[in-house]
């Protein structure tokens, strides 16, 4: 029978660690199932790997990882809103497209925003831009960047691939500013539903969507984990499960 595996999956090194690996659906892929998984980490303890982690998951996608033995990492709840009634833009600040020289900057809002676990990295900086055949990245600078946001569309389907504010910067109108310079940009782009994941300790994000008309939906998103060894001692950061 042959191995199909690596047909449906991705796997990488997470943040670069040798010990922890990243396992995703490869993009319009079905979920893995069962043998596939356990073929898959069977290749990954062979290459060294102690641990193995998963994207973040719905329910669905989830019953596969689970009966192979995964538990719940870190959860994230899913909001959205639809895109007829919009609050009107902010102009406090001025926002402006990304360029290539913006990205060292970009990591550095990224780390002073978020706990270690959901530092984006490089490669999944070049995910969240590539996860939607359109995507849009906007930053905020006053003498360097302090925010930015990566807005991406499907169809009329609208999406918030990652918003991150420097802290020094925040409660002053610019995550605001991010979030409805995209959301006008979705509708432009013929979308009519907007949707965005964060985690369900994230209080402060959690009140910006709740203030710009999100709404909870559905049992949200897990990432879940695996240990391939009982003896594997590797501490992944952040979980919240």
């Known amino acids: 029978m042959r191995d199909r595996s690596h047909d449906l999956l991705r796997v990488a090194s997470w943040r670069g660690d040798p010990k922890i690996a990243l396992v995703t659906t490869l993009p319009g892929q079905p ?3 069962r043998r596939e998984l356990e073929r898959t980490l069977e290749t990954l303890a062979a290459r060294g790997y102690e641990v193995v982690l998963t994207g973040a998951l719905d329910v669905a996608a989830q019953r596969p990882y689970l009966t192979a033995g995964f538990e719940a990492h870190a959860r994230l709840h899913v909001l959205g809103r639809p895109l007829d009634d919009l609050p009107p833009p902010t102009e406090r600040w001025p926002l402006h497209l990304a360029r290539r020289r913006d990205r060292e900057q970009v990591h550095d809002v990224d780390t002073a925003a978020f706990s270690p676990f959901w530092h ?5 900086l070049d995910d969240a831009l590539a996860a939607t055949p359109e995507a849009r990245f906007r930053v905020a600078r006053d003498d360097r960047v302090v925010g930015y946001a ?9 999406y918030i691939q990652r918003l991150a504010v420097h802290p ?12 409805l310079d995209g959301l006008a940009w979705m509708r432009r782009r013929g979308a009519d539903d907007a949707v965005v994941n964060t985690q369900v300790d994230n209080n402060a994000a959690l009140a910006l ?7 909870l939906r559905g049992p949200g998103l897990r990432v879940l984990r695996r240990a391939l060894a009982s003896s594997a001692q590797v501490l992944v ?4 499960a």
């Open 31 to 33: 979920s893995p199932g």
């Open 120 to 124: 984006l990295g490089e490669a999944g």
């Open 150 to 158: 990566i807005s991406g569309c499907a169809g009329r389907q609208g």
């Open 168 to 179: 020094e910067r925040r409660r002053a109108g610019l995550g605001a500013a991010l979030v």
């Open 209 to 215: 969507y709740d203030h710009l008309g999100f709404r």
């Open 237 to 240: 950061p952040g979980g919240d």
